[in-house]
């Protein structure tokens, strides 16, 4: 009979997921609702507006019921204005009921202030006992047995905790959220968890329950799922429960901080410390002191843990920065081998020479110069290719210390790129020999670019000299420059503002410099 039992229940657990996302699914929905908050809030904001404008032109003695709505939207909100609206309530009650009723949700208000005694003593002058009042009972004495520090009145304060709890239960019909709410913890309390699963699928399934009740079931059973050991289960539930109380919204929810736990046994640090930073804003925007004090043990735990795996990985990104400077020292000392063969230099020179006799026979030939430039250049970066592959898998082979040997080499990198802006200079106005010329007729007067002395060409003139070539991408001429990409951003503005004519189309006249007409039968 038992087997059957916990097949039956098994059964309704799985009915209750059927067709539900998946965990990450889920998790990926909970990421998107904590990004959008606030939206939720500015919406809970104009609906709580929405009922205070209705105390416009109402009598003191008439707001009762408009109180008591603006007190349950701000119960699980904000604690102080709940306790305001609660105080209102209470001052303008007509009868020993609302009177009643108003002290017991000024109880629970002063529970999650922490002011224990204050809420204790006006549940002593409540004399119905209903099922609101055991519910009062039930949350402080919850709320004293997770705050006490004293093992003896721990023990008390559980034993009247579990009290009322029995006479809340006895006080409900068994239909009610708040029956199965502190049923379900009481069976899973006593490790009865597949009976809470039992009890809470069924309730769940009711079409009858609401979407906010569903939220509250959710926790519940994602509680008997933990204590079952289903780990997966307990992360769904927690993670559905959590989206219901962010959209609600409210500020004083438990799910989020559970899920956040889990997930950080998990190593999910990331998402941890995401959720639970959330929950503890929230918390703190509520001023539910009771539920700070549960927060701060999750929130050093999971902090700590967060900040060390940045650490870790801000390690790893040191030594890849470290691995990556090396790369380009030893591209470095590749260029410096490249130039220091003889026999390569002269085959460029060769090429060079051999170009520059074509480009002397006509103009037409200055691309073509151009683009086998491009592939000497290109040629050479092949080479430092392979060299520094031959680099890498000596320090493969022979380890770091074959690797540090060379990287203590001295290089003299700012002579490397003064020769080669130098040889680029000397190439470019051996192509276009009139282009400062050129240029300067495209500028005003006081705006005239002249190279320093011994300079072919300065920064200005090479960016000029690069849009003649065709790179206009900033990113590009940065790299090709050495320079960053707001220098180049900055220098194209000023050159622009500097131009005779039309500054939108300065750069196009200077791409048109040294161009020759062709007809179409060249």
Partial sequence: MKRIFVLLSMFLGLASAAGAQSLETLLKRLDQVVEGKEEYNREKEDRINGIRSSLAGIKQEDRYGIYDALYREYAKYNLDSALYYAREKAAIATDRHALEQSRMELADIYTNAGEYGQAEELLEEVT?????????????????????????????????????????????????????????????????????????????????????????????????????????????????????????????????????????????????????????????????????????????????????????????????????????????????????????????????????????????????????????????????????????????????????????????????????????DQTFLHIFPTFVEDVNSLLKPQQQLEPKPGRLMNTELRILALIRLGVTDNVKMAHFLRASLSTIYNYRSKLRNAALGDQAAFEQQVAKIGTIKLDNNE
Wanted: glycine share 4%; aromatic share 10%; proline share 2%.
């Fill in 128 to 424: 119905e006992r209903s099922a609101t009042y055991y519910h009062a009972l039930h949350t402080l004495f919850s709320a004293m047995v997770a705050t006490s520090v004293i093992e003896d009145r721990s023990v008390e304060y559980a034993a009247l905790k579990d009290r009322y709890r029995d006479s809340l239960i006895s006080n409900l019909p068994s239909n009610d959220v708040g029956y199965i709410f502190a049923m379900s913890e009481k069976l899973n309390e006593t490790g009865r968890h597949q009976e809470a699963i039992t009890l809470l699928t069924n309730h769940y399934n009711d079409p009858l329950t609401s979407e906010n009740d569903k939220a509250i079931l959710d926790y519940c059973m994602a509680t008997s799922y933990r204590g079952l050991g289903n780990r997966e289960k307990a992360k769904w539930h927690y993670a559905s429960s959590a989206i219901s109380d962010i959209r609600t919204p409210v500020k004083e929810y438990r799910s989020l901080q559970e899920l956040s736990y889990m997930l950080y046994e998990d190593g999910d640090l990331s998402r941890a410390y995401r959720y639970i930073s959330c929950a503890m804003e929230d918390v703190r925007s509520s001023n539910t002191l009771v539920r700070s004090l549960e927060f701060y043990p999750f929130l050093t735990t999971i902090g700590k843990a967060y900040e060390k795996d940045i650490e870790h990985r801000n390690k790893v990104q040191l030594i890849l920065m470290a691995v990556l400077l090396a790369v380009l020292v030893l591209l470095g000392l590749t260029v410096a081998a490249t130039m220091r063969q003889r026999r390569e230099i002269s085959r460029a020179n060769e090429s060079l020479r051999e170009v520059n006799r074509k480009l002397q026979e006509t103009g037409y030939l200055k691309d073509e110069y151009l683009y086998q430039y491009m592939e000497q250049a290109a040629a050479g970066m092949d080479r430092m290719e392979s060299y520094r592959r031959r680099i890498l898998l000596a320090y493969r082979k022979y380890g770091a210390d074959k690797l540090a040997s060379q990287l203590e080499e001295p290089l003299d990198v700012e002579a490397e790129q003064r020769d080669f802006y130098n040889n680029f």
